[in-house]
């Protein structure tokens, strides 16, 4: 990306004008993201058969992970990035990128490796049973061991590419693999064309990622000379300077979707001891959920390098308006989908699966969980600005309360008083505490430092 433009949208572009330059190209690619998301759940619930939808869904821990290390030097990497160009130093950005690259592909191939060992057991733990264990290792081998490293390195690069204020490329490459996916789903999934359901969906998964890779690194090798978009593997060297700064910001961010995999295990695990309805519908609502979460998101992601910057360059009016433009049109999508999901439950769940049980399920499930949004929708922002400004600790507190500490423990005991339904409360009490906490952090950081 050209410096001058880099400067304008980052220094002296309206807020308002820098931040919706920023976050409309990442919410339409979370959006299309979203939509190949919920294509492999549409083209496989036309098979109306809950195994296949059950199979999509105990998998889903896995996938999440491979997010998880993307965030672990995407973010990370974003952040020590933009920071760095808040403070001109251009080769030290240069620098990042490139040993956020390649340790972000490493622990990708590591993973898959580590999954391809372990798949049986880790299966079974999310929620596998014999009877939909053959066909959720068959979606899990492609999403996650073949095509594991194509989608780390997919996200990985569009948050690098987004670090420099290139937002635009980043969210075509993102959106081109996602409407790829939406092609081959129905060509792989359903019974008129190839007709391998659940295991077809895998494949048009691991295929989209592995083009949308490619696009990425064609795009980076053409990109101008003065991008600071650098992959050369040379700079490893320097590695150890620049991982402390990566690995601060993008560790809280990679222990949140790491604790989200064993979240989501976690309730799968409680809803399997019910019925297979049960866990399709659990599936088919993640995936309806995932429309406010998705949006929020991409603001957060497009937020970032401008919340680095102008924390670095040490504009902190400019760094609170953008923050709060930002979590004001997060919220206020939140509010609409929640109204939306509260009315049309059943018929949204409806055009996933025909199966009048499954869908009775999804509806009860859909409008408890729902509540959660608006408190989810400024949660992510918040997290986000600590990691921008490289607030590690703040940043950490509030990923780990928001996933994995208080979710096992508010499982047991809502099963318990309310069996099946009282899982679906677990989220919305969890993002009411992790807001609470999150504000009180930003409170002391004003309070105590230079902020205000």
């Known amino acids: 990306m050209q410096a001058a433009n880099r400067t304008e949208i980052f220094e002296t572009l309206p807020v308002h004008q820098a931040v919706c330059k920023q976050i409309l190209p990442a919410v339409i690619s979370q959006m299309i993201a979203l939509i190949y998301n919920l294509a492999d759940t549409y083209f496989v619930g036309m098979l109306n058969d809950p195994r296949q939808t059950a199979a999509i ?14 965030n ?10 933009a920071r760095s160009l808040g403070k001109k130093q251009i080769l030290r950005a240069k620098q990042i990128s490139s040993v956020s690259f390649w340790y972000g592909l490493v622990s990708a191939c590591f993973f898959s490796l580590l999954f391809f060992l372990l798949s049986r057991p880790i299966l079974f733990l999310c929620g596998a049973t014999e009877e939909t264990y053959t066909l959720t290792w068959g ?77 990425f690194l064609i795009s980076i090798y053409r990109l101008p000379k003065n991008t600071v978009i650098c992959l050369q593997p040379n700079h490893l060297r320097l590695a150890k300077i620049h991982l402390k700064s990566i690995l601060s910001v993008g560790f809280p961010s990679a222990i949140q979707y790491g604790l989200t995999v064993v979240a989501i295990a976690a309730q799968a695990k409680f809803v399997s001891h019910y019925a297979t309805e049960a866990v399709a519908a659990l599936g088919i609502v993640k995936k309806l959920d995932q429309l406010p979460l998705y949006f929020s998101i991409g603001v957060s992601s497009g937020l970032l390098p401008l919340l680095a910057y102008n924390y670095a360059a040490g504009n902190q009016i400019r760094r609170q308006q953008s923050f709060r433009f930002g979590c004001m049109i997060s919220f206020s999508f939140s509010l609409l989908c929640f109204g939306c999901y509260e009315i049309f439950a059943p018929q949204l769940a409806a055009l996933f699966i025909s199966d009048a049980k499954t869908i009775a399920y999804s509806a009860a499930f859909l409008r408890r969980m729902v509540t959660a949004m608006p408190m989810m929708s400024l949660c992510y922002p918040m997290i986000i600005q600590f990691q921008a400004m490289g607030k590690a600790k703040e940043s950490l507190i509030t990923s780990i309360l928001r996933k994995g500490v208080l979710d096992i423990p508010l499982l047991f005991f809502m099963d318990h008083l309310m069996p099946l339904y009282g899982c679906m409360w677990v989220q919305p009490i969890v993002d009411s505490i992790s807001l609470v906490v999150a504000g009180l952090l930003y409170f002391r950081l004003k309070q105590n430092t230079f902020l205000s």
């Open 72 to 81: 672990l030097f995407g973010v990370g990497g974003a952040s020590a990035i």
């Open 57 to 70: 869904t105990i998998a889903a821990p896995s996938f999440v992970m491979l997010t998880a290390i993307s």
């Open 139 to 215: 979606y899990a081998k492609y999403v996650v061991i073949i095509g594991g490293p194509f989608s780390v390195m997919n996200t990985l690069l569009a948050n690098l590419i987004r670090a420099e204020g290139n937002a635009a490329l980043a969210s075509f490459g993102v959106s081109l693999g996602g409407v790829i996916n939406i092609f081959l789903d129905p060509l792989f999934v359903l019974p008129r064309f190839l007709g391998y359901g659940a295991i077809g969906a895998g494949m048009a998964t691991a295929l989209s990622n592995g083009l949308s890779t490619g696009f």
